[in-house]
């Protein structure tokens, strides 16, 4: 809205209304820009339409690929966005992502908890609505900050100054950005999914992303034991997941697909199938079966025609059916043409590793019936991502017969190898991995599920061992503050970042005068002015 013609409504509303007269115009418009989203909804339609426009950008070129961090407190997601636009200038393609994973391990009542979907349902909306909450606040302090400015400018008479930032508000850009959100298998069946993805999106989600795995089999992406469903289960939630989009009025949300079923050996059901080569009877084709020669044999067994044979599935004590082995990249092809074809937008193909080319393999192949196919990737912590990549280039070292006698395979992950010429190899790959596999493999979006579980850990550990160490206070000055006051962390004035600013400017909105205010010169904030 333009600023001074927002000023000037108001002021004609508070002269239809005698008795709000202590009422200021400006403080009134101050407040409107710094809640532009009122409700999730406003948020879930402003982001579905960002992406909506990254993914179009990225058809029309693979350089336009968009990225994120996996965020478990709306702190973490505010200074991550604080940063970009520090850093960067512009919030453009960077996505907050909401991790399933991260919501068991951190933010469940019952305590830290494995990805099973142990985790209250309800625990997850409400981390999306405590992220956007954050990031609204961000903006509300940095528009704080401008409306002061503009205060400084004008009592100083400069005309000019007060005008430019005047242009600055207007033309603000929002922390609010895109937000991928974990719905994992979608906590239950079709309807309970439905009910989920509404608290998400009325939360503010404009993206989920819901996995083939059953419910109540869930396991983490990275680890064994994970359960498929048939295809028919899966695009039911995903049409849930659309219905609740469709009716809260979020008409361009994004479901994005994921399969695990490169890692997932087993089915806890035959899909239905009515006739030959329709996608149950494609899902079944993939099971490991025997051949019945004597029906007499059989007990409690569950018999399939293939081609015109009896065959049994074989069963596991756990009752559940097994795949035969290999076929994990084929039903990960299927799994993605089908949920594509069924109203999905984008696709997550778990894999065990970051390698572009088995990647850009099935996505060819997909590519080859929905030609547009993209893909949301997860450049996981899970993966050694040094050990992977140094191991990737001794192997293509070794087939184009370049000498690799000096390295040993097994243990490349060693320090001795940083600074070898196939050590700098694989960090070049590496850095440019999000960037190859975009234009290769058809990934549109890279995240990180739980890089900042990771750097939190880590950057304890630093502060633990150096204060309770010999450093003591040094420990914290020389390691943190020191830092954040020259590298302009916003954080460092912790008081302002807490809302005391803000605080202090409604006190004078709602008191004038005889405001009490926390920023005056005993508070101790002013020593970081400088």
């Known amino acids: 809205m333009a600023y001074k013609t927002d000023i000037r409504q108001i002021e004609d509303l508070i002269a239809e209304n005698a008795t709000w007269s202590g009422i200021t115009p400006e403080a009134v418009t101050r407040m409107r820009l710094q809640n532009r989203f009122k409700t999730g909804l406003d948020i879930a339609r402003y982001t579905a339409d960002i992406m909506r426009r990254d993914m179009a950008a990225y058809d029309a070129d693979p350089a336009n690929y968009t990225q994120s961090l996996g965020c478990w407190h709306g702190f973490i997601a505010q200074q991550k966005m604080i940063s970009i636009k520090k850093h960067f200038g512009t919030t453009k393609g960077r996505y907050l992502y909401l991790s399933g994973w991260m919501v068991a391990a951190l933010r469940s009542e019952f305590g830290p908890l494995p990805d099973q979907s142990m985790h209250e349902k309800t625990s997850v909306p409400a981390l999306i609505e405590e992220l956007y ?7 509300a ?6 409306f002061r400015e503009i205060d400084t400018a004008r009592a100083a008479g400069d005309i000019a100054r007060e005008r430019q930032l005047q242009h600055a508000v207007e033309t603000y850009q929002t922390h609010v950005v895109p937000i991928i959100a974990d719905i994992d298998a979608g906590f239950g069946n079709a309807e309970a999914t439905y009910l989920l993805a509404k608290k998400m999106i009325e939360a503010g989600a404009c993206a989920l992303q819901i996995e083939n795995q059953v419910s109540d089999e869930k396991q983490c992406g990275h680890q064994d034991g994970k359960v498929t469903v048939p295809h028919e289960d899966f695009i039911a939630k995903i049409r849930a997941c659309r219905y609740a989009f469709l009716e809260l009025g979020i008409d361009n949300g994004i479901i994005v697909a994921r399969t695990d079923s490169l890692g997932a050996g087993l089915t806890k059901q035959i899909a239905v199938s009515t006739q030959a080569g329709d996608i149950g009877d494609l899902y079944n084709s993939y099971l490991d079966c025997e051949e019945v020669a004597d029906i007499s044999s059989l007990n409690g067994d569950v018999i399939i025609n293939r081609g015109g044979k009896l065959m049994r599935p074989k069963r596991l004590p756990s009752n559940l059916y097994q795949f035969r082995e290999g076929t994990g990249a084929d039903r990960c092809v299927l799994d993605c043409i089908t949920s594509l074809q069924n109203g999905a937008d984008l696709l997550w193909i778990e894999t065990e590793k970051p390698h572009i080319e088995q990647i850009a ?25 040094t050990l992977n990549f140094r191991q990737q280039v001794f192997d293509a070292w070794s087939q184009a017969g370049k000498d690799v006698s000096a390295y040993d395979r097994a243990r490349l992950m060693s320090v001795d190898y940083d600074a070898t010429p196939l050590g700098q190899e694989a960090d070049e790959r590496i850095r440019t991995f999000q960037r190859d596999a975009a234009a290769r493999a058809g990934i549109f979006h890279h995240l990180i599920t739980l890089p900042t579980y990771h750097t939190a850990a880590l950057s304890t550990d630093n502060l633990a061992k150096a204060y309770f160490g010999e450093a003591g206070m040094l420990g914290y000055v020389k390691g943190v503050q020191r830092k954040e006051i020259r590298e302009g962390i916003a954080c460092v004035k912790h008081q302002n970042m807490a809302g005391s600013d803000l605080g202090d400017d409604h006190k004078d909105y709602f008191a004038g005068e005889a405001a009490l205010k926390a920023g005056g010169s005993h508070n101790t904030m002013n020593q970081f002015a400088a």
Do not use: C, H, I
Not at 133 to 139: C, E, H, I, S, V
Not at 373 to 381: C, D, F, I, Q, T
């Open 133 to 139: 909450t954050f990031l609204r606040q961000a903006d």
């Open 141 to 146: 302090r940095e528009l704080g900050m401008l």
């Open 361 to 385: 393999g099935m996505v060819d192949r997909v590519r080859a019936v929905v030609p547009d196919a993209k893909l949301v990737y997860n450049n996981s912590p899970s993966f050694n991502w």
